[in-house]
């Protein structure tokens, strides 16, 4: 993915002792911490070299404005109005009078400087503990001026790792189909846009329908379904050179794909006959490989990230149900007893939870359970919605929601959520058209 | 590439949008359905005269009723005098599953519908399926009677 890299130059090294700010992540949003984030300082020689570059007059405060914005909707951290500021971006930076921050009951600062090196753009930014006065992190980056947008979301990754102790998610994309046209006839695209709603692109035209697409973990490749030629099958595509090309050689529709954690296998279910299987096929040798084996429809598989354990959805019971089994398909136990249909159930990249999509008494709810099937915790309730996707710290969860159309059958839409895996911080994601299916990118720095 | 299927389809549509708004205000719901399947013949169309196109299933079935298998053999009469005719059985679900499983069902649907037709004589070399899951409802509406007309398998001419 040479055009998304980001050429990283840490030049200052962090100097932590102790700090006595720190996020719990854990429990939800109810005390966000309070933090300034002053626009990064720029010369003003660099801000015209970048004017011209990039048509926007100060590029030190649209970077800011990633980093605050991020901040705000991780729903973690309240970001404080600009305007109490009181020190300058470029002196705060140098040294930050703490108890001016202190005034405005700022626990974490950031300051930063843009400039520009070489027809780069350099930047480097600083965390501070205000309460303990001190300097938290310290950090550079160069990379070319189009990269702007990801250096805001890269700072904002080192900054919620070292208050929370945990990876950050903000330098990701996610892809999605993007949906217009009435409920009857919908028309379908893939679409990829950054994890903010930011650079939004579609990858295909809407000639055919096309559905649940996923990222590979490790590359730019993505799978997903695509009705070309009235054809459904599984399809490859990689996102940097548009080059698409079907998966394996079945003689019917296959469906439901996803990538194995090592990105070298695809996971999917086979429909033949009125029976759906789950097979695997190796994208090195192209061997196929038959999964499950039960007159039953057995989907929506998803790999553990160990890649040992796949867990998938079955109705042997009579209904929709999630099952886990080993990776060579022995071992097939089911997991979820509760009340309801249990659908689409997806690992999270920690390992330790299944999110899926339930049904019950005509309400559909995004929930999270551990992978033995205890300890079921339903995050969000609603008409329709369904098909969770991980962030990939594990820390927040997208999926689609539908809504209910009136008595004419008006008033459909589809839109992408995200929710956190306490359950608070449930947001619209902003998308230019409608949305479904949308799938969570590794980060893609580091 | 399929354009004049893709415009017959979006025509069929338009018809069963104007049968339905029409009739909308005049039956009730309870009228239309037999436990929750559709008995109506709103969305229905005709391969030929007396032959309806579609057979309607249960809320997670795949099972053909009586209604469907009757329907079924008027196909098979039909395609057995119209030997040089094949087919495609278009499966459908209702928007109350999930996309995937919606897949899996469509395609369940359509192979019960085939496998009937095969019972009568209709070699499968005529017959394709394909499952659009929840992708294609016939009517937009987010209620019983709505998607019990969705929940169905409907036979295309394919040639």
């Known amino acids: 993915m040479k055009k998304f890299l980001i050429t990283l130059i840490i030049i200052l090294i962090p100097v932590k002792s102790f700090s006595l700010i720190e996020v719990d992540i854990t429990r939800g949003n109810l005390n966000p911490l309070p933090i300034a984030v002053s626009p990064l300082s720029i010369d003003e020689e660099s ?64 300051t930063g400087k843009v400039s520009y090196v070489e027809e780069k753009l350099r930047v480097e930014f600083r965390l501070w503990d205000v309460l303990a006065g001190k300097e938290m992190m310290a950090l550079a980056f160069t990379t070319v001026p189009n990269n702007w947008r990801r250096v805001g979301h890269i700072i904002t990754d080192k900054v919620y790792e070292r208050l929370t102790g945990e990876k950050g998610y903000f330098d990701t994309r996610i892809i999605y189909v993007a949906e217009e046209g009435p409920k009857t006839q919908r028309v379908k695209k893939l679409a990829i846009m950054d994890q903010d709603g930011a650079n939004n692109k579609f990858l295909t035209l809407g000639n055919e329908l096309v559905l649940t697409p996923r990222f590979n973990p490790t590359s730019q490749l993505v799978t997903y379904l695509s009705y070309f030629r009235n054809l459904p099958r599984v399809y490859l ?32 279910s086979f429909a ?43 109705d042997r019971s009579g209904y929709q149900q999630i099952y886990v089994m080993k990776s060579d398909g022995s071992n097939v136990k089911r997991i979820s007893f509760g009340k309801g249909i249990y659908g689409t159930p997806v690992w999270s990249p920690r390992g330790d939870l299944i999110a899926f999509t339930k049904l019950h008494k005509g309400k559909f709810y995004i929930g999270v359970m551990r992978t033995d099937g205890s300890g079921e915790r339903l995050l969000t309730e609603n008409f329709y919605q369904e098909a969770p996707s991980w962030s ?8 689609y929601r539908e809504t ?30 409608d949305g479904s299916d949308p799938s969570w990118s590794s980060l893609l720095s580091n | ?109 359509a192979n019960a519908a085939k496998d009937y037709l095969m019972t009568y004589g209709i070699s499968s070399d005529r017959i394709s399926v394909l499952s659009y899951g929840k992708e294609r409802p016939v009517d937009s509406g987010s209620n019983p009677l709505a998607w019990s007309k969705n929940r169905r398998s409907v036979t295309v001419k394919a040639n």
């Open chain 2, 1 to 109: 590439m399929k354009l004049s299927k893709i415009l017959k389809n979006g025509f069929l549509i338009v018809v069963a949008c104007l049968a339905l708004s029409a009739c909308a205000t005049s039956k009730k719901t309870t009228g239309q359905m037999q436990g929750d399947v559709y008995t109506g013949t709103d969305t229905v169309e005709y391969l030929a005269s007396g032959v309806p196109d579609r057979v309607f299933f249960a809320t997670n079935e795949s099972v053909l009723t009586t209604a469907s298998r009757e329907t079924l053999r008027k196909q098979a009469a039909w395609l057995r005098k119209n030997s040089k005719i094949t087919i495609v059985l278009e499966g459908h679900a209702d928007e109350r599953g999930t996309r995937e499983y919606n897949l899996a069902l469509g395609e369940r649907r």
């Open chain 1, 237 to 268: 595509l990689d996102i940097e050179t548009g080059t698409q090309e079907v998966v394996g050689d079945f003689p019917g529709m296959t469906f439901a794909p996803r990538f194995s954690p090592d990105g070298k296998k695809i996971i999917m």
């Open chain 1, 404 to 433: 209910k159309t009136d008595s004419k059958g008006k008033g459909f839409s589809a839109k992408l959520w995200s929710i956190d895996l306490t359950g608070y911080n449930e947001r619209q994601v902003p998308t230019p058209t």
């Open chain 1, 47 to 110: 801000r015209k070299n970048f004017e011209n570059i990039l048509k926007k007059k100060n590029i030190g405060s649209e970077i800011s404005s990633i980093v605050e914005n991020n901040l705000k909707v991780s729903g973690l951290f309240n970001p404080l109005n600009k305007d109490a500021f009181l020190q300058e971006p470029d002196i705060a930076n140098l040294k930050p009078r703490f108890e001016d921050w202190n005034l405005i009951k700022a626990q974490a600062l950031i």
């Open chain 1, 272 to 314: 033949k006959d009125g029976n759906s299987e789950i097979y695997t096929m190796d994208l090195e040798n192209r061997i196929v490989e038959k999964i499950t084996n039960h007159p039953s429809i057995d989907t929506s598989p998803s790999y553990s990230p160990d890649g040992k354990f796949i867990s998938f959805n079955s």
């Open chain 1, 392 to 399: 990939p710290n594990g820390r927040v969860l997208i999926f």
